[in-house]
């Protein structure tokens, strides 16, 4: 089984929520780490706390631009290459629907190919529970089929995962593809707990909940889901999709209680009244964790409101 230490990292969409964490955690087990991001949504200023590291490299440079890429990649023969890059806004990939195939499989084909000449040993990969669509079967597991994706933003994931898979299959690539929950927690920047907090924040009398707050999700915490990730590529075999999730669901009206209570007691809810919160939206997820936790993976914060809560304390702070 291969392990972090002695090893050199790049990670695309290091500088966006999830990506600044895991850099965090490979900070200080891996030999070098490189963040190649285009700080479209994310910002440098979540990892310039590591740029006086002599294990950092920071890229600024898209994804698109493939004769940059593999100057990178053949400048820097990365053991692996954690992908995060992608359109993170489902609704905005709605209305401008290229986005997501461009910044999703074309984006992934690009570094799949540079990976390939660059004989890249193995690729992380970011997936969502988003992929299942509105599943009949919950808790989901990672066998459930047919999945059918009901936004842009979840077609390009699978299609994403099947280049994935295929690079493997044909070129030797090992992968790990994490299919997750909702992700919230330090760093965050977007989301629906964020979004609460900002609007509360301009407006303490009123918050617009969209949907009928009867959403309910499955959640992680960031820091153990970037564990997550790198536990199973030191100690899970290769070539498995994981789902990587807490237990239990949290509900939008939950979210919208608790933070309402912390930071504007006064405020009416006002919802917009469909059971999806924006066109794309799977209203009820439900993701199941034991394969995750059949090969060993343990989370700090183990169920879903937990999670929530922690999230919540840590980002009221923050905004
Ligand atoms: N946040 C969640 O709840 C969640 C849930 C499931 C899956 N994911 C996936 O995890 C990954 C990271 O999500 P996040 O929440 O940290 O989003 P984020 O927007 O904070 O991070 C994405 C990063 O990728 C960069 N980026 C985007 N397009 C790029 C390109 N073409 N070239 C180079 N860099 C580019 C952005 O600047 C940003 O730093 C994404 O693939 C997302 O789909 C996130």
């Not at 440098?44 to 004769?67: G, N, W, Y």
């Not at 969502?128 to 047919?146: M, Q």
């Not at 899970?236 to 209680?257: C, F, H, M, W, Y």
């Amino acid at each position: 089984m291969p392990k972090i230490s002695g090893k050199t990292i790049l990670v695309t969409g290091g500088a966006g929520f999830i990506g600044s964490n895991m850099v965090e955690l490979l900070i200080s087990k891996a030999s070098k780490v490189i963040v190649y991001d285009n700080l479209s949504s994310g910002s440098f200023d979540l990892i310039k706390q590591f740029s006086t590291s002599t294990k950092f490299r920071f890229v600024k440079a898209d994804l698109l631009d493939v004769p940059r890429l593999k100057k990178i990649m053949i400048e820097e023969e990365p053991d692996a290459i954690i992908h995060f890059a992608a359109n993170p806004d489902i609704q905005l990939g709605t209305k401008n629907t290229g986005l997501d195939l461009e910044q999703g499989p074309i984006a992934t084909h690009n570094l799949l190919e540079a990976a390939r000449l660059s004989n890249v040993k193995s690729i992380l990969y970011s997936s969502s529970s988003a992929v299942y669509g509105k599943a009949d079967i919950k808790p989901t597991p990672e066998n459930y089929g047919p999945m059918k994706p009901i936004s842009l933003y979840a077609a390009s994931k699978l299609a994403c995962e099947g280049l994935i898979t295929a690079y493997s299959n044909l070129y030797g690539i090992n992968y790990y593809i994490y299919r997750f929950a909702n992700v919230v927690g330090k760093n965050q920047t977007h989301g629906v707990i964020v979004d609460f907090i900002k609007k509360l924040n301009k407006n303490k009398r009123y918050l617009e909940v969209l949907g009928d707050g009867k959403q309910k999700k499955s959640y992680i915490d960031v820091i153990d889901c970037v564990a997550a990730i790198i536990y199973a590529y030191e100690k899970a075999k290769p070539n498995e999709i994981l789902n990587l999730a807490t237990r239990g669901q949290t509900s939008v009206d939950s979210i919208a209680a608790q933070v309402i209570s912390k930071i504007a007691p006064k405020a009416k809810i006002h919802y917009t009244g469909t059971e999806q919160g924006w066109p794309g939206d799977v209203s009820n997820t439900y993701i199941d964790n034991k394969k995750m936790q059949s090969v060993g993976i343990k989370l700090k914060y183990g169920y879903s409101d937990d999670v929530v809560k922690h999230a919540i304390k840590i980002l009221t702070n923050k905004y």
